[in-house]
């Protein structure tokens, strides 16, 4: 299971009940002060949060050198890792992986919590079963917020899923997810993502001037239900930025306007040039290569 720079993952059983968890190890006597309480956040913050479609905490375990976090274990891996498997994905199988993601964002604000680190890599699936729910994982980085509060609480995420008023350094709040979330799902509907350029500069103007389109051909056969929905999340002004509750109520989520329609595919059978299906095999290889910071 995955290693972090101060932690491993170990796969660990409830002897009695018989019950697999994934036991998070971290080695506090590298931790510093602030990365203690930076630990003792995600804890606090992960016994808070029950959701289906969260990585819930079940224990939270301290001796002498070591802490353990006792997570589900889930076994399906990353969301992505399984669509670019597949041969075939409809704006319906997006649909219901965003309503899903969406639904465990909901809870987060609900609670307080804001998560700031959005993108595939947390995204992962319960089993290797079909229809598998989507469960939103790693809270390192997340924050809690009274209400709608809005503040300066550092600079933190990922770069391709950072919103504007973050790259601005202005106060900000619960948006920022729905920002990652408009990312997520235009990734979701074509493979490559809206704001893109290996200068990290050029990327983060992309990003505060809101410079994204919808290019011909990959976007022709998109409803415009599915843009209006990550035009709502990919808003400047994080005011007037769909919430989770409104997205969750937009029709292409509630009617599942996306039907059956193609949308990509790594297969025999799909629709786009060889040369495009390669650039959204290295821009996502170059996602999921991507860490995180805080700053």
Same mark, same amino acid.
């Given at each position: ?154 600079? !933190? /995420?990922?770069?391709?899923?950072? +919103? %504007? $008023?973050?790259?601005?350094?202005? =106060?900000?709040? &619960? ?33 505060? !001037? /809101?410079?994204?389109?919808?290019? +011909? %051909? $990959?976007?022709?056969?998109?409803? =415009?239900?599915? &843009? ?40 025999? +059978? ?26």
């Amino acid at each position: 299971l995955p290693r972090g720079a101060f932690s491993i993952v170990r796969r660990c059983v409830k002897v009695l009940a018989g019950q697999e968890y994934a036991a998070k190890i971290i080695n506090t006597k590298k931790l510093s002060a602030r990365d203690h309480q930076k630990l003792e956040r995600e804890a606090r913050i992960c016994r808070l949060l029950k959701h289906p479609n969260i990585v819930r905490l079940h224990d939270s375990i301290s001796e002498e050198g070591h802490h353990y976090l006792i997570f589900d274990l889930v076994t399906g891996g990353e969301l992505f890792e399984d669509i670019v498997a597949r041969e075939y994905y409809s704006e319906a199988d997006a649909s219901h992986c965003i309503q899903q993601i969406l639904e465990a964002v909901l809870h987060c604000h609900q609670m307080g919590v804001v998560h700031r680190d959005l993108k595939p890599e947390n995204l992962l699936l319960a089993s290797k079963l079909k229809g598998a729910a989507v469960k939103l994982a790693d809270f390192g980085l997340a924050i809690e917020v009274e209400g709608d509060q809005q503040a300066w609480f550092g600079f !933190a /995420g990922t770069p391709g899923y950072l +919103s %504007p $008023e973050v790259l601005r350094k202005d =106060p900000y709040g &619960k948006a920022v997810d729905l920002w990652a979330c408009g990312v997520i799902l235009y990734i979701l509907l074509v493979g490559y993502p809206p704001f893109w350029d290996e200068d990290q500069h050029r990327l983060y103007q992309q990003i505060k !001037a /809101g410079a994204y389109d919808f290019p +011909s %051909p $990959e976007w022709d056969t998109v409803t =415009p239900e599915a &843009k209006d929905l990550i035009n709502k999340m990919l808003t400047i002004n994080p005011s007037k930025r769909i919430t989770a509750a409104e997205a969750l109520k937009h029709p292409w989520i509630s009617v599942r306007l996306g039907g059956a329609m193609r949308v990509w595919g790594l297969g025999p +059978s799909m629709s786009f040039p060889s040369a495009f299906c390669v650039f959204q095999g290295a821009i996502l290889t170059t996602m999921l290569a991507t860490r995180n910071f805080s700053g």
